[in-house]
C-alpha cells in the first residue's frame, strides 16, 4: 500500500492557517518583526524559483509602498521598514498561499476558517464553563499592555487560541486573537465567499450549509458590535443579489434565520432591558462614543479618527506618524492616508477594490465588501486584513478557474 503524501495542499492549508495569524493574532503581536522578515524571505525565494511573473503584481504594490514610505521618511520623518514590512507582509502571506494552488485555495480557506471556528467555539464553552482547566490546557501565558486603556491584560494561549479574562473578554470567543472585533476579519471573509462566490469554493450543498451555520454560531459568539453589523450587512445584501449561481434555498433560510433572530432580540431586550443582548452589545456600544474618555473604546476610536482625518489635512503628502499612537488604536482604514498620504492610499484603495469591477462581480457585492472592509477598518488599526483579502485576491485571479457546486 502506497500512501501518497500532497506536499502542495499541507503547504496550502499551512498558509492559510498562517493568513488566520497575520490577522492580528497574539502570536503575530508577540513575534512580528520575526513573521516579516521571515516571510520576506520566503516570498523572495518563491518569486525568484517558483512563482516568477505571478509575483508581479503584488511585488509592483510593495515596491511602490516602499518608495512611499522613503520619500515620507526623507520629508516628515517617523515612518520606517518595519511600518512598510507590515503593510506588505499583510497582502503577500495571502498572495503566496493563494498561488501555491491557485484554484483550491478558495474553498480551502473555508475550510480552515471552519475548522479555527469549531475549535474557537469548543475553547469558548470551555472557558466559561471551566475557566481553570482551559488555562491549563492552553499553557501559554502572556501579559500585554493595552495602550488605549492603560492596563495590562493577561492572555492564555496562542497557536489556536487565546483566552483572557481581562476587560469583559471572559464570556466571548475572541479566537487567537487578543479581542473579538480582529476575529471578524477571517470569519467576515469566509463568509462573503460562502454566500457571494459559491462558484469558487468546490463545496458540495451539504457543505456550504455546514460551514455557514459554524461560522454564523461563531459570530454570534464574539458578541462584537463590529461583527454583527458586517454580518447584517452581508446578509442583507445577499438577499438583494439575483445570480443563478446562488443557492435560493440558502437564501430562504437567512431570511428565516434574520426574522427568528429579530424576534429573540426583541423579546430578550423586552425581559432583560439594559442587561439584554441588544443593549450591552449594541447600543451600550453606540452610546460609548465620548471622544474625550480615552478609557472607553468608542472614544478611543473616535478620537483616532479624528486624529488622521486632520492629519490628511494638514500633510496630505504623509505625516509619518500620529501624535497620539502611544495612547490610542483603531482607524487602520484611515492611517495609510496619514502616514504615507493621499496618493499611496488611492493607490492601496483602487488595488483593493478594482477585482470587483475586474471580474463583474456585481455593484450589491461591491458595496457590501466595502462596508464590511471599511466598518472593520475604522474599528481595528490595519489596512490590509488578510483574511478579507483573500477576496479580491482570489476574484482577481480565479476567472476561468471556478469551480460549480457539486
Given at each position: 500500500m502506497i500512501i501518497r503524501i500532497d506536499v502542495k495542499q499541507i503547504?496550502?492549508?499551512?498558509?492559510?492557517?498562517?493568513?488566520?495569524?497575520?490577522?492580528?493574532?497574539?502570536?503575530?503581536?508577540?513575534n512580528q518583526s520575526a513573521f516579516l522578515y521571515g516571510l520576506l524571505v520566503i516570498y523572495t525565494i518563491s518569486a525568484i524559483f517558483r512563482f516568477r511573473f505571478r509575483m508581479k503584481e503584488p511585488m509592483l504594490l510593495s515596491g511602490f509602498l516602499l518608495l512611499s514610505v522613503f520619500f515620507v521618511r526623507m520629508i516628515s520623518g517617523g515612518i520606517g521598514v518595519e511600518t512598510w514590512l507590515l503593510y506588505s507582509g499583510q497582502f503577500l502571506i495571502v498572495y503566496y498561499a493563494y498561488l501555491v494552488d491557485p484554484p483550491k485555495f478558495a474553498g480551502r480557506y473555508v475550510k480552515i476558517v471552519t475548522l479555527l471556528s469549531v475549535i474557537s467555539l469548543g475553547c469558548w464553552l470551555m472557558q466559561i464553563i471551566m475557566p481553570d482547566v482551559l488555562k491549563i490546557i492552553l499553557q501559554s501565558r502572556v501579559d500585554?499592555?493595552?495602550?488605549?486603556?492603560?492596563?495590562?491584560t493577561t492572555y492564555y494561549g496562542q497557536l489556536l487560541y487565546?483566552?483572557?479574562?481581562?476587560?469583559?473578554?471572559?464570556?466571548?470567543?475572541?479566537?487567537?486573537?487578543?479581542?473579538?472585533?480582529?476575529?471578524?476579519?477571517?470569519?467576515?471573509?469566509a463568509i462573503f465567499m460562502l454566500l457571494f462566490m459559491q462558484e469558487y469554493l468546490g463545496l458540495s450543498k451539504k457543505q456550504l450549509y455546514t460551514y455557514l451555520i459554524i461560522i454564523f454560531v461563531t459570530i454570534a459568539s464574539t458578541q462584537s458590535t463590529t461583527g454583527y453589523l458586517g454580518l447584517f450587512v452581508m446578509l442583507i445584501g445577499f438577499l438583494l443579489v439575483n445570480r443563478e449561481t446562488i443557492d435560493k434555498r440558502v437564501k430562504r433560510a437567512i431570511l428565516f434565520i434574520i426574522f427568528a433572530l429579530t424576534l429573540f432580540l426583541i423579546y430578550d431586550f423586552y425581559r432583560n432591558g439594559a442587561n439584554s443582548l441588544l443593549a450591552s452589545v449594541v447600543i451600550g456600544k453606540l452610546e460609548d462614543t465620548d471622544i474625550t474618555d480615552m478609557a472607553s473604546?468608542?472614544?478611543?476610536?473616535?478620537?483616532?479618527?479624528?486624529?488622521?482625518?486632520?492629519?490628511?489635512?494638514?500633510k496630505p503628502w504623509g505625516a509619518g506618524t500620529l501624535q497620539a499612537d502611544g495612547n490610542v488604536v483603531s482607524a487602520g482604514v484611515l492611517r495609510l492616508f496619514a502616514y504615507l498620504g493621499i496618493i499611496p492610499g488611492i493607490v492601496a484603495t483602487v488595488w483593493l477594490f478594482r477585482p470587483f469591477i475586474k471580474a463583474n462581480i456585481g455593484v450589491i457585492e461591491l458595496i457590501v465588501f466595502a462596508f464590511v472592509y471599511i466598518n472593520l477598518g475604522l474599528a481595528q488599526t490595519y489596512f490590509f486584513y488578510p483574511g478579507l483579502l483573500a477576496v479580491p485576491i482570489v476574484l482577481n485571479h480565479c476567472r476561468g478557474t471556478k469551480h460549480l457546486l457539486m
Open positions: 503547504i496550502q492549508y499551512l498558509a492559510i492557517y498562517f493568513i488566520a495569524v497575520f490577522s492580528g493574532s497574539i502570536m503575530f503581536v508577540l500585554l499592555y493595552n495602550k488605549s486603556q492603560t492596563y495590562t487565546t483566552f483572557s479574562e481581562g476587560s469583559g473578554l471572559g464570556i466571548r470567543n475572541a479566537g487567537m486573537y487578543s479581542e473579538p472585533g480582529r476575529y471578524q476579519g477571517i470569519l467576515h471573509g473604546s468608542g472614544g478611543a476610536r473616535l478620537r483616532m479618527i479624528e486624529l488622521c482625518i486632520n492629519s490628511i489635512i494638514e
